[in-house]
């Protein structure tokens, strides 16, 4: 009876050493890197190249069509500039005498070689003017004659002298006959026989061959 037991418990003994005995070969198995299970790669995963998209021509646009303005289409207005306003003339000199506004002057007939100028120097209040010098000028400048007015003192009437009118008196004459041909002629007072500067208004006269006298009466501008 006794060795029964033994014997079953030696049974059990081994059966339990061989279930530690393969235990212990699964253990070293599974520890011992000659029996590391081979893992199977994965598949290296190559990037897909990235295709870089090529730009395309900008299209050129269309040429846009002229358009041509049609009959009814309003074309704008011309710009109007402001006129540029002439120079101010520089006001006319003021002269102290002028040809007389009154009375009968001009030219009359006087004969063949006559070319002679008279007349009166008068101011209201003053009567006749003496000293006064006229001068008359031909178309060159040149000075035909001279002469200065004479004082009511110095004067006589004279008669049948002249076409306007048959008495009267005159304190200024002048002879023309050395240049009447360089005309337009200028008559007018100026302030000596040495001072050629105007002091009166011009006065233009023009003989022709048949000669003749004129009557030029002056007055203060002022």
Same mark, same amino acid.
């Given at each position: 009876?006794?060795?029964?037991?033994?014997? /079953?418990?030696?049974?059990?003994?081994?059966?339990?050493?061989?279930?530690?005995?393969?235990?212990?070969?699964?253990?070293?198995? /599974?520890?011992?890197?000659?029996?590391?299970?081979?893992?199977?790669?994965?598949?290296?995963?190559?990037?897909?190249?990235?295709?870089?998209?090529?730009?395309?021509?900008?299209?050129?646009?269309?040429?846009?069509?002229?358009?041509?303005?049609?009959?009814?289409?309003?074309?704008?207005?011309?710009?109007?500039?402001?006129?540029?306003?002439?120079?101010?003339?520089?006001?006319?000199?003021? /002269?102290?005498?002028?040809?007389?506004?009154?009375?009968?002057?001009?030219?009359?007939? &006087?004969?063949?070689?006559?070319?002679?100028?008279?007349?009166?120097?008068?101011?209201?209040?003053?009567?006749?003017?003496?000293?006064?010098?006229?001068?008359?000028?031909?178309?060159?400048?040149?000075?035909?004659?001279?002469?200065?007015?004479?004082?009511?003192?110095?004067?006589?009437?004279?008669?049948?002298?002249?076409?306007?009118?048959?008495?009267?008196? /005159?304190?200024?004459?002048?002879?023309?006959?050395?240049?009447?041909?360089?005309?337009?002629?200028?008559?007018?007072?100026?302030?000596? &026989?040495?001072?050629?500067?105007?002091?009166?208004?011009?006065?233009?006269?023009?003989?022709?061959?048949?000669?003749?006298?004129?009557?030029?009466?002056?007055?203060?501008?002022?």
């Amino acid at each position: 009876m006794k060795r029964n037991r033994e014997l /079953f418990l030696l049974g059990i003994a081994l059966v339990i050493f061989a279930l530690l005995a393969c235990d212990a070969g699964n253990l070293i198995a /599974f520890v011992s890197p000659t029996s590391t299970p081979t893992r199977t790669p994965r598949p290296t995963f190559t990037p897909r190249p990235t295709v870089t998209p090529t730009p395309e021509d900008t299209p050129t646009p269309a040429p846009t069509a002229t358009l041509v303005p049609s009959p009814t289409t309003r074309r704008p207005a011309a710009t109007v500039r402001p006129a540029t306003k002439a120079p101010t003339a520089p006001p006319a000199p003021q /002269f102290e005498w002028k040809q007389a506004s009154h009375g009968n002057q001009g030219r009359c007939p &006087a004969g063949p070689g006559t070319f002679e100028i008279k007349g009166r120097i008068s101011s209201p209040g003053e009567g006749y003017v003496g000293g006064i010098t006229v001068v008359l000028l031909g178309k060159s400048g040149k000075v035909i004659g001279k002469t200065t007015s004479r004082y009511p003192i110095e004067l006589n009437p004279e008669w049948g002298v002249s076409c306007f009118e048959e008495k009267n008196m /005159f304190n200024y004459q002048l002879d023309a006959s050395a240049g009447w041909f360089d005309g337009p002629l200028t008559l007018r007072l100026v302030r000596s &026989a040495t001072d050629l500067t105007p002091i009166s208004t011009d006065v233009k006269i023009t003989f022709d061959a048949s000669g003749g006298r004129y009557y030029i009466d002056w007055e203060r501008a002022r």
